[in-house]
């Protein structure tokens, strides 16, 4: 294979790459948010669940929970869902991207101070209210930077999925080098794609939340 040929083959699994980080990304917000705010303004039992939570899946690392839930839940246990090994890889990418984001929305609720919560509330909004209306349009922005960091970091770790056989970036690469036996151009050119996949984004998220934080005063 021509070096040209070698970077076509690596580019097919761009799509693998950007599906696993994204719907992760995705998940992980979902689980993000209510964790954030569960922990900041519900009672001490909750808060203790949220920090163990975040503190497993921020502690354990990413393919010790891959190998567990694709071999050990899927392939021998028999649950289907973790059969697949794309599914067990965004599946455990997400559950550790929600204990991320957790914490970045709870560093952004605690940025925008209580302040603005007892004026939401003494203007006649209910604690519901106030947490929808006031609290998280502003957390979304102060979060955004951190948001990107996330992005980034789910692109990168989503290379562990090429272990449990997904053909992604990743995989493309290390099948030119079992059949080539190049072991330099295959990673260079992969190193650079996940490079031009990441940092644009982060770069402009962060730039995008520190100018809208400007323009709000916040």
């Given at each position: 294979?021509?070096?040209?040929?070698?970077?076509?083959?690596?580019?097919?699994?761009?799509?693998?790459?950007?599906?696993?980080?994204?719907?992760?990304?995705?998940?992980?917000?979902?689980?993000?948010?209510?964790?954030?705010?569960?922990?900041?303004?519900?009672?001490?039992?909750?808060?203790i669940l949220v920090d163990i939570y975040e503190k497993f899946f921020r502690t354990v690392p990413?393919?010790?929970?891959?190998?567990?839930?694709?071999?050990?839940?899927?392939?021998?246990?028999?649950?289907?869902?973790?059969?697949?090994?794309?599914?067990?890889?965004?599946?455990?990418?997400?559950?550790?991207?929600?204990?991320?984001?957790?914490?970045?929305?709870?560093?952004?609720?605690?940025?925008?101070?209580?302040?603005?919560?007892?004026?939401?509330?003494?203007?006649?909004?209910?604690?519901?209210?106030?947490?929808?209306?006031?609290?998280?349009?502003?957390?979304?922005?102060?979060?955004?930077?951190?948001?990107?960091?996330?992005?980034?970091?789910?692109?990168?770790?989503?290379?562990?999925?090429?272990?449990?056989?997904?053909?992604?970036?990743?995989?493309?690469?290390?099948?030119?080098?079992?059949?080539?036996?190049?072991?330099?151009?295959?990673?260079?050119?992969?190193?650079?794609?996940?490079?031009?996949?990441?940092?644009?984004?982060?770069?402009?998220?962060?730039?995008?939340?520190?100018?809208?934080?400007?323009?709000?005063?916040?």
């Amino acid at each position: 294979m021509t070096p040209i040929e070698e970077l076509l083959y690596i580019l097919e699994g761009v799509p693998v790459t950007l599906a696993i980080s994204i719907l992760s990304f995705l998940f992980g917000l979902i689980l993000g948010i209510p964790l954030a705010f569960l922990r900041e303004y519900m009672g001490k039992s909750l808060r203790i669940l949220v920090d163990i939570y975040e503190k497993f899946f921020r502690t354990v690392p990413e393919l010790v929970l891959m190998l567990f839930f694709y071999l050990g839940l899927g392939l021998s246990l028999g649950i289907s869902l973790f059969k697949d090994a794309f599914f067990s890889a965004t599946f455990v990418l997400g559950l550790r991207s929600g204990a991320n984001q957790s914490q970045i929305f709870r560093g952004a609720i605690r940025g925008i101070g209580e302040t603005q919560m007892l004026v939401a509330r003494s203007l006649g909004l209910s604690k519901l209210q106030a947490i929808f209306y006031v609290i998280i349009p502003q957390t979304f922005i102060i979060a955004t930077p951190g948001l990107g960091s996330e992005y980034a970091l789910l692109v990168k770790d989503s290379a562990y999925s090429f272990i449990l056989g997904v053909i992604d970036m990743m995989k493309k690469a290390d099948i030119i080098r079992k059949t080539t036996l190049d072991m330099v151009f295959p990673y260079i050119a992969t190193a650079f794609l996940y490079i031009i996949l990441t940092f644009p984004i982060a770069v402009y998220l962060d730039k995008w939340g520190g100018r809208k934080k400007k323009q709000l005063g916040l």
